[in-house]
T-cell receptor, first 115, second 117 residues
Framework: DTEVTQTPKHLVMGMTNKKSLKCEQHMGHRAMYWYKQKAKKPPELMFVYSYEKLSINESVPSRFSPECPNSSLLNLHLHALQPEDSALYLC??????????????FGPGTRLTVT | AQSVTQLDSQVPVFEEAPVELRCNYSSSVSVYLFWYVQYPNQGLQLLLKYLSGSTLVKGINGFEAEFNKSQTSFHLRKPSVHISDTAEYFCAVTPDILTGGGNKLTFGTGTQLKVEL
């Protein structure tokens, strides 16, 4: 099973709302990622969790707050977003090996619209 | 640091024709190479990967890619495309684990493959 699930599929929120995106994987992967993707562009890395600890934060604004409650779950809490934050938010996971690669498996994404 | 160049932003091709999507990379260390496909309104799906060994890598959906170290290229090919192959294709690299990398993928800008009847 190489599936990463994300909920919701679509989300419309106002600039004063608080919402959360959820991601789940059951592949035993110990690294999980959040990406932001604008139309016609490659994904941009936001955060990486390795063994449930935040290991990479790509200077993301504090209105995005990640959380990794356990090795299978990853959340992205959203607060006071701006219209320019509208995008496809992708979650990914990968194994953490001592050899070989950390190939990443992506979920279907959450299409976020900020009004 | 690594960089990836996908020279063609769009590649139109007729159904059942062969196609090649080009990818060149730059890196001062050894890298692992990947091709991902993204269908409209979906996430990215791993097509194939090169880690080491044979330079010709076979992936899903009849795609294959060849790693050429001297030309720092990893071009994607399919001998006969189908309408359903219409999608965005991303080439990506990551430093190999022995050089401390692995968690950061560097993507190319993508190539839109449009298969026409």
């Amino acid at each position: 099973d190489t599936e990463v699930t994300q909920t919701p599929k679509h989300l419309v929120m106002g600039m004063t709302n608080k919402k959360s995106l959820k991601c789940e994987q059951h592949m035993g992967h110990r690294a999980m990622y959040w990406y932001k993707q604008k139309a016609k562009k490659p994904p941009e890395l936001m955060f990486v969790y390795s063994y449930e600890k935040l290991s990479i934060n790509e200077s993301v604004p504090s209105r995005f707050s990640p959380e990794c409650p356990n090795s299978s779950l990853l959340n992205l809490h959203l607060h006071a977003l701006q219209p320019e934050d509208s995008a496809l938010y992708l979650c990914a996971s990968s194994p953490q090996r001592t050899s070989g690669s950390h190939e990443q498996y992506f979920g279907p994404g959450t299409r976020l619209t900020v009004t | 640091a690594q960089s990836v160049t996908q020279l063609d932003s769009q590649v139109p091709v007729f159904e059942e024709a062969p196609v090649e999507l080009r990818c060149n990379y730059s890196s001062s260390v050894s890298v692992y190479l990947f091709w991902y496909v993204q269908y409209p309104n979906q996430g990215l799906q791993l097509l194939l990967k090169y880690l080491s060994g044979s330079t010709l890598v076979k992936g899903i959906n009849g795609f294959e890619a060849e790693f050429n170290k001297s030309q720092t290229s990893f071009h994607l090919r399919k001998p006969s495309v189908h309408i359903s192959d219409t999608a965005e294709y991303f080439c990506a690299v990551t430093p190999d684990i022995l050089t401390g990398g692995g968690n950061k993928l560097t993507f190319g800008t993508g190539t839109q493959l449009k298969v026409e009847l």
